[in-house]
């Protein structure tokens, strides 16, 4: 493992096998995080990313693959091959933020003790005093009035919860954060204050995040770097900036086109892609590049033959056989 890194995930593939149908959720993605750094996710509804985002956090096993992982205390683990006293180390470590600030809250609980669950859960020898004295703190940190702790979630606006949720998952002070559409549900004003609020406490608490979205103007504005899936594979990965004024693959080009443009002479010189026809079924993915029935480049190559995941310059990696076209 690369000194520099936090996680490098290396060819993680996850498979669904039901009535003896094998769904193939996520196919040979590898990336590599550094500790601080936001790497976003981005990809239609469908393309793998939450399942990736799952088996980061362990709630889902990898059919296949290593993430090697470095702990608090610089211990390199690979997580797939760690023992269950190692899992819990690192389960403590690595946390969710979920979509849904509602459906992710038990109603019948007060703010206060949703907040003190993962204390409990992971610290069962915590004294009361400190449990309460902690998840206070964090609820401050996050911008919840102290006062509200006693009541319930439901008497909390869209903002307010997803304020919770990420106090309850900070409050056992992870590294990593994976953050699943964490603001996908929100109205436009108070996404930017969570993301704002996401940022101001990955700079105080030296958080590592893995944001996934489907949403590429929001990816794009937290993270340091990109990586775009398709039906399961990763098809591009670079720098934030990089992605979106250099990128190769077709796929790519479509979502940065589709990124609404505030000035408007800048908007009308600009041409939106449109990609022809639906995200195949990863119950039956086409052969080759599975890009290739909606790509404007395809050919028989991109049929018969799965493009190579290839270094084209420093940091920048592609899956296409035909990424000059793009560039
Ligand atoms: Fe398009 Fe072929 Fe590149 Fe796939 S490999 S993105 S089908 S040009």
Same mark, same amino acid.
């Given at each position: ?10 060819? =993680? ?25 936001? &790497? ?11 399942? =990736? ?9 990898? #059919? ?5 992982? @470095? ?19 690192? @389960?403590?470590?690595? *946390? ?10 038990? /109603? ?5 003790? &949703? ?17 309460? *004295? ?22 909390? #606006? ?9 106090? @309850? ?19 436009v ?6 993301? $704002?609020? =996401?940022?101001?406490? *990955? ?12 949403d590429l103007s929001v990816?794009e504005h ?22 979106t004024t250099?990128s =190769?693959?077709?796929?790519?080009k479509s979502l940065i086109s589709a990124i609404p443009i505030a000035d408007p002479k800048v908007a009308k010189e600009s041409s939106r892609i449109v ?5 195949? #079924? /990863?119950? $039956? /993915? ?7 029935? @909606?790509?404007?480049?395809? $050919? ?26 793009? *560039?």
């Amino acid at each position: 493992m690369n000194k520099d890194n936090i996680m490098e995930v290396k060819g =993680l593939h996850k498979r669904f096998t039901s009535k003896g149908v094998t769904v193939k959720a996520v196919t040979d993605v590898s990336f590599s995080v550094k500790p601080g750094e936001t &790497i976003g996710i981005v990809g239609e509804s469908g393309c793998g990313k939450t399942t =990736l985002g799952r088996c980061i956090v362990r709630a889902y096993n990898a #059919s296949e693959g290593e993430v090697f992982y @470095r702990t608090k205390g610089g211990e390199e683990l690979d997580f797939l091959k760690a023992d269950k006293k190692k899992m819990k180390e690192i @389960r403590k470590e690595i *946390q969710m933020i979920f979509q849904d600030p509602y459906s992710s809250l038990d /109603p019948r609980m007060t703010v206060l003790d &949703i907040i003190k669950e993962p204390l409990k859960a992971n610290f069962p020898k915590m004294p009361k005093d400190e449990m309460d *004295q902690r998840a206070k703190a964090m609820a401050e940190k996050v911008g919840l009035n102290p006062m509200y702790l006693m009541r319930y979630p439901h008497a909390f #606006s869209g903002g307010q919860r997803q304020r919770i949720g990420i106090a @309850r998952a900070l409050v056992i002070e992870p590294q990593i954060i994976v953050c699943d559409e964490a603001v996908s549900a929100l109205d436009v004003s108070i996404q930017a204050q969570v993301i $704002n609020l =996401l940022r101001d406490l *990955q700079r105080e608490l030296k958080l590592t995040y893995l944001f996934i979205s489907h949403d590429l103007s929001v990816v794009e504005h937290i993270s340091d770097k990109v990586g775009v899936m398709y039906l399961g594979r990763m098809v591009e990965l670079a720098d934030s900036y990089e992605l979106t004024t250099r990128s =190769l693959h077709p796929y790519t080009k479509s979502l940065i086109s589709a990124i609404p443009i505030a000035d408007p002479k800048v908007a009308k010189e600009s041409s939106r892609i449109v990609l022809e026809g639906d995200v195949p #079924s /990863p119950l $039956n /993915p086409p052969s080759g590049c599975r890009f290739r029935t @909606r790509c404007p480049y395809a $050919n028989e190559r991109c049929a018969a033959e799965v493009p190579e995941w290839r270094e084209v310059s420093s940091g920048h990696y592609v899956a296409c056989h035909h990424f000059e076209k793009c *560039q």
